[in-house]
């Protein structure tokens, strides 16, 4: 933890959710005090550290999320509240407007009214949609094939014009595919029904699911899998603490960058590798494709190794999947325990 006094607190969108809790964890670390919001729709009360506040409140409430700012006296805005889902965003689109772009226009308002002066947006690869160029750069083509990626594509364009009007600066993080576990135990995903390959594939390891599907064998990859960009939940949250000292040396200027290592793995690789680790032969069903998947998203990230002094330190998919399975075991020791 730094020594250094920290200028103001930070609030966190989304922090009793996956990604949010760690960089939760990180923002601690670093010495920063925490203020946490979520409406625990999907998060977990227990996610969220004692040495953080936290608040129950949904962040499309304006005047409740201006009063929060206010009193806590908050300085930046790590905004991971939303929902995640591809295939559910196809189906149901008109709750990614809501959730995700008319709730962060809700958030982004009371910022500005409450004098907040640096934001850090929780984006995604799934703004390119199908990418011209593999690894993508910040600059492709942004042309998203789901309601998931136009309503995040919506939110960085609210976020770019509102810098523009009021004295604040952002940063847009696109994350490519998010796994793993915080290293120390502390956290890690604990959604049910959760649609992140990983997980899905530590449940079935540790004996919570029969199978893993396998959506789509005919994409134009060496194995016909889909492609992935893997990137470690707690090099992610590294990332967030980096960007918000980043804003704050540099006011005048807004960052949009992306999360990955640079390198995809394929389904099936992954499922190899999940196999190598636990030992055992997880069984695999074959399905057809999922509305709104790409063939490959891996990310070009020059930018943010240029920009920002952050360097990955779980860039290796076993030690990711170690971490997940680690954590897996250990939500099925809390739930037998009667603790979750």
Known sequence: MSDVPKPFTVLVTGGAGYIGSHAVLALLDAGWPVVVVDNLVTGFRWAVPDTATFVEADIAQTETMTAVLLKHKVGAILHFAGSVVVPESVSDPLKYYRNNTAASRALIEAAVTAGVRHFIFSSTAATYGIPDQVPIPEDAAKQPINPYGTSKLMTEIMLRDTAAAHPINYCALRYFNVAGADPQGRSGQSTAGATHLIKVAVEAATGRRDSVAVFGTDY????????????????????????????????GESLTMNCGYGRGFSVLEVLDTVDRVTNRTIDRRLEARRAGDPDQLVADNRRILATLPWRPRHDDLPTIVEHALAWERRLGERRDAGEI
């Open 220 to 251: 134009a990859t060496p194995d016909g899998t889909g492609v992935r960009d893997y990137i470690h939940v707690s090099d992610l949250a590294d990332a967030h603490v980096h960007a918000l000292d980043h804003l704050v040396a540099h006011p």
